[in-house]
């Protein structure tokens, strides 16, 4: 693959507020893509993965970080990343259906149009920190060659650390708090062999509560 790249970015600091902008711009010749299928008809469980190459792609986006100082010890920050992607159509030997299929052209595998995270921190006292924050992302193919996509999810996640003394701390961490049900990888094959195809969606964690205990000697 060939990639030329183009990107401009910007930074500025005011009292309390500073963002960093970056813009960028891709173009791919002879792109490698992902491939994913079904090895055996008959065992569900055989799949052959390999990289292939369409004739050219482009990525272009915006990376933007935003950090608002409240007081001068409580932040609110926003992150968010916008991406639009292409790809020329392709065709790709598949054992299962023992022909060529052709993929149109379109989006990108794993390429979410947006991904926003935003939230505040604090530090509450000299022994107490915590934090909040709210993680958005945009659905998105899970290969390149097969149709099937991920949903859109939101997930709240919250972290806090209270100093014991100098050399123990204890952390307290809930992931994806509000037990958002989303999938994370997909795949896409017969379970059997004599039955039709179906998509197969592997999860994300439900809700993750948990405690550590951290001792420096």
Do not use: W
Not at 37 to 65: C, E, I, M
């Amino acid at each position: 693959e060939l990639t030329n790249s183009f990107d401009i970015g910007y930074k500025k600091t005011f009292k309390n507020l500073s963002f960093d902008l970056n813009i960028f711009h891709m173009y791919r010749k002879n792109m490698q893509i992902d491939i994913a299928d079904q090895a055996d008809p008959a065992n569900p469980v055989t799949f052959y993965f390999y990289t292939a190459n369409v004739k050219r792609g482009t990525n272009s986006g915006l990376d933007f970080f935003l950090n608002y100082r409240l007081t001068t010890k409580t932040n609110i920050f926003l992150n968010c990343g916008l991406l639009e992607t292409t790809k020329n159509s392709f065709a790709y030997p598949s054992l299962i259906l023992d022909t060529n299929i052709l993929i149109e052209e379109r989006d990108q595998a794993r390429a979410p149009k947006y991904t926003i995270a935003t939230g505040i921190e604090s530090q509450l006292s000299t022994k107490l920190f915590a934090r909040l924050e709210l993680i958005t992302k945009d659905r998105y193919y899970y290969f390149n060659n097969t149709d099937q996509m991920s949903k859109s999810y939101t997930i709240l996640n919250f972290i806090s650390k209270y100093k014991i003394n100098k050399h123990i701390d204890i952390s307290l961490s809930i992931k994806n708090a509000l037990d958002e049900r989303y999938g994370i990888h997909g795949f896409y094959f017969s379970v059997s062999g004599y039955e039709p195809r179906k998509f197969h969606e592997s999860p994300a964690n439900p809700r993750d509560i948990s405690i550590s205990l951290s001792i420096r000697l």
